[in-house]
């Protein structure tokens, strides 16, 4: 069955930079968009970055120019490389893909983002 495993996640100081990684297996990794969300503490879950198999990128506003999506098809994983981060990007970060008409949820990752 789809399994997504996501780590990387911490505590980081703003201005600090982060690497969270999704570790996948059930599925054809390559054929799949692939794709970031968050959800903050009493907020909505929401979309973050997506990549295509041709590792065309998109990401939401907030985090445009400070994060960057990418995919490794050899090793199944999907990584998120998170700069400049800022208190408001405090959340539990979350990989997804969708398989089978299904969406597919990791556990999460909690990255903190305090002085």
Known sequence: QVQ?????????????????????SGFTFSSYIMQWFRQAPGKEREFVATITPREITNYADSVKGRFSISRDNARNTVSLQMNSLKPEDTA??????VNSGMRHWGKGTLVTVSS
Do not use: I
């Open 4 to 24: 997504l495993v996501e780590s990387g996640g911490g505590l980081v100081q703003p201005g600090g930079s982060l690497r969270l990684s999704c570790a996948t």
């Open 92 to 97: 539990v970060y979350y990989c997804s893909v």
